[in-house]
């Protein structure tokens, strides 16, 4: 039965590690990555309806007087 030769097994996967290493790093630096995040600034538009310039109440079904 024939021995298995491991001689080349080290160089072997030393190269594929640097090179997957080597992809991931190609892979990661070509994305865009924000520097800091900052928020929107939206402008914030008062329209005038006319029920929101006089008093109102709401009465609620259970708070009404019995007769």
Do not use: A, C, G, N
């Not at 992809?23 to 924000?34: A, C, N, T």
């Not at 929107?40 to 079904?61: D, G, V």
């Amino acid at each position: 039965m024939p021995q298995l030769d491991t001689s080349t097994w080290f160089i072997t996967i030393l190269s594929t590690l640097i090179t997957l290493f080597i992809i991931m790093q190609l892979k990661v630096s070509s994305h865009y990555y924000y520097s800091t995040p900052e928020p929107k600034t939206t402008k914030t538009t008062k329209s005038l309806i006319p029920w929101e310039t006089k008093w109102t109440k709401i009465y609620s079904p259970l708070s009404l007087p019995l007769r």
